[in-house]
Nanobody, 125 residues
Framework: VQLQASGGGLVQAGGSLRLSCAAS????????VGWFRQAPGKEREFVAA????????EFADSVKGRFIISRDNAKNTVYLQMNSLKWEDTAVYYC???????????????????WGQGTQVTVSS
């Protein structure tokens, strides 16, 4: 499965962006998906995750209440709506897919066999 992350850009603090993760194959609808980010000089960190059905989600504490993850399996796409952005949200954001079937989001614990190329999000203060 090939993943294409898009939607990044430059935004002022307090603003919003919506990231998309589009998959090349319809089997993506059966995969759990996670969003991760990596800021310069820092390790990659978990941001949000969603189960294959969309019925279960999980968020890092740093984004809880500000970010929303959703999916449209008919379009083979997962979205990350980012609101009330802060300077510290600046990073390259990656989406990843895990073919492990289950009713719960996998969070940072998933194997995530497939990764997208990343999209840059820059929040100006």
């Amino acid at each position: 499965v090939q993943l294409q992350a898009s939607g990044g850009g430059l935004v002022q603090a307090g603003g919003s962006l919506r990231l998309s993760c589009a998959a090349s194959e319809r089997t993506f609808k059966n995969y759990a998906v996670g969003w991760f980010r990596q800021a310069p000089g820092k390790e990659r960190e978990f941001v949000a995750a969603i189960s294959w059905s969309g019925g279960s989600t999980e968020f890092a504490d740093s984004v809880k209440g500000r970010f929303i993850i959703s999916r449209d399996n008919a379009k083979n796409t997962v979205y990350l709506q980012m609101n009330s952005l802060k300077w510290e949200d600046t990073a390259v954001y990656y989406c990843a897919a895990d073919p492990t079937w289950g009713e719960y989001a996998l969070g940072p614990r998933g194997a995530y066999d497939y990764w997208g190329q990343g999209t840059q999000v820059t929040v100006s203060s």
